[in-house]
């Protein structure tokens, strides 16, 4: 049985921007975002951390100045990527959710036909897929292409699922759907988390075509060694229940309960 929440109509989007080393990117995300459809977004999450650099915390603070209504920045409490997303996750106001990069890995001119998908089907998770007719690779090295290829297909075929890219960080999902998932991977891992468990809840997927671009605002903070990660979640989440997936709520289903 399909998991049941109440999101009926996409009304507003928090975008979640994690930021270690990005200025120039960042700004550019912000913009060209808000350009296309600012009226929909209701706020960007900026996230920084402890490793953050001091030139890209003054872009956020620029950014914050600029548009002090719609850009908040939020220090990390808890640890890497999958981290900063959670500490988004529990702030976030807006009816949807934007995961994205600030690196423009997830490039900002494609969000407008996100959220063009998510009014249609605001119940759905709408995600990018480089491996889709209209999306691509741009920079990516041959190794890493071939690993990702194999992985994919072998996941889809695990899930039972036409996906083409589990993988990328770059889509939109109802905000109550992520408050209501209980999460367990804080590296890039979770990116690959944040589907396959709704996808085990019966939550529907449509992919968006996307061309993937090398950053080349500042580095990778992903090393190779934590993509098999990726492995460890999904096999463990093939065999999880309904319940083990989502948190426990108190009788009137709105809180966590204590364990």
């Known amino acids: ?17 994690p930021v270690m080393d990005e200025t120039d990117s960042l700004t550019k995300t912000v913009e060209v975002i808000l350009a296309d459809c600012g009226d929909t977004i209701h706020e960007f999450l900026v996230v920084v951390c402890k490793k953050t650099t001091p030139a890209s915390r003054e872009t956020a603070a620029t950014l914050r100045a600029r548009y002090p209504e719609k850009v908040k920045v939020i220090e990390q409490q808890r640890p890497f990527l999958g981290g900063a997303t959670q500490d988004a996750f529990a702030l976030a106001t807006g009816s949807h959710f934007l995961m994205m990069a600030s690196d423009l890995e997830t490039p900002p001119d494609r969000v407008k036909e996100f959220i063009t998908q998510g009014r249609q089907h605001p119940d759905w998770i709408i995600t990018g897929s480089r491996w889709i007719k209209g999306g691509g690779f741009e920079g990516y090295s041959k ?8 992985f994919q297909k072998s996941f889809s075929l695990m899930y039972w699922t036409r996906l083409s890219d589990m993988t990328y960080g770059f889509r939109l999902i109802p905000t109550q759907l992520v408050k209501s998932i209980r999460w367990e991977e804080v590296r890039h891992s979770f990116l690959f988390e944040t589907l396959i468990k709704p996808l085990k809840l019966g939550v529907k997927v449509s992919e968006v075509p996307v061309r993937w671009k090398a950053r ?30 989502l948190k426990a709520t108190d009788p009137a289903g709105t809180q966590e309960r204590k364990p």
């Open 1 to 17: 049985m399909a998991f049941e929440f109440s999101t009926d109509r996409l009304e507003s989007v928090s975008v979640f921007l």
């Open 216 to 245: 080349k605002d500042g580095v990778s903070n992903n090393p190779f060694m934590c993509n098999f990660e990726y492995f460890r979640i999904g096999l463990k989440t093939l065999f999880y229940s309904r319940d083990r997936i």
């Open 143 to 150: 190794f890493k292409y071939f690993l990702n290829f194999i």
